[in-house]
């Protein structure tokens, strides 16, 4: 499952700085999601910088997660969809439209983070990501993502950008 290539490393270069996922951030999350069956999955433990109250998980770094993870599903479902090939080809290129978070219970700090995602939807350049994040047995918080293809005005200057769903 958490073998080989994570969604985020098959972004491109030019759009591999995100915060939240991007494996050429050296300050950032550097998330990695990957394929479980038909779900997605990314475990992250937080940082002591991502500490709400002493013993508990910022809120923000939760919602962080969920959008990245969200993302990246998208970019795996969505270029499933228009046939790329997730091992050897760049993924499409996907940004969030809508996030929405649901914190069900105080999320613990020391504990490795599960997150899940189930792709309700992809429907032309829009992909819909339910999840949830869980520490050990506890759900703490539920999320949706709407994910929208990347609008080529969004593109850095020096790439091409891919549009195979437009
Ligand atoms: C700021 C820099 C970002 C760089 C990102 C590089 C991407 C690189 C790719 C790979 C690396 C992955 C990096 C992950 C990034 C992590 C996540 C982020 O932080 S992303 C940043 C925050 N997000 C934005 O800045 C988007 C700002 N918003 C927009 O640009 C537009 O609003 C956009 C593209 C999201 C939609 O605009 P339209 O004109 O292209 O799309 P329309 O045609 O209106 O909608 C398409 C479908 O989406 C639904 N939709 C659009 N907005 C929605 C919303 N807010 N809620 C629900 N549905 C929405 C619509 O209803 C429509 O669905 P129907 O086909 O009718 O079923």
Redesign the pocket.
């Known amino acids: 499952m958490s073998d080989g290539r994570a969604f985020q490393d098959g ?1 491109p270069e030019d ?2 700085h ?1 915060y ?3 494996r050429l951030n050296e300050a950032g999350i550097q998330l990695k999601s990957y394929w479980d069956g038909d779900e997605t999955v990314a475990r992250y433990t937080p940082r002591p910088e991502h500490t709400a109250i002493p013993g508990y998980v910022y809120g923000g770094l939760v919602a962080s997660l969920i ?2 993870h969200g ?1 990246g599903s998208a ?1 795996a479902a969505g270029s499933r969809v228009a046939g790329v090939d997730e091992a050897s080809e760049p993924l499409l ?6 996030l929405q978070v649901d914190y069900l219970a105080p999320t613990p700090m020391g504990v490795e983070l599960e997150v899940r995602g189930v792709i309700e939807q992809v ?4 992909v819909v990501v339910e999840e949830t994040v869980s520490a050990g047995d506890a759900v703490v918080a539920r999320g949706r993502v ?1 994910a ?1 293809q ?2 080529q005005t ?1 593109t850095p200057a020096e790439g091409p950008v891919e549009t195979r769903l437009r």
């Open positions: 972004y759009v591999a995100c939240g996922c991007g959008d990245c993302t970019a290129r996907y940004v969030t439209a809508s429907k032309g350049r829009k709407v929208v990347m609008p969004m």
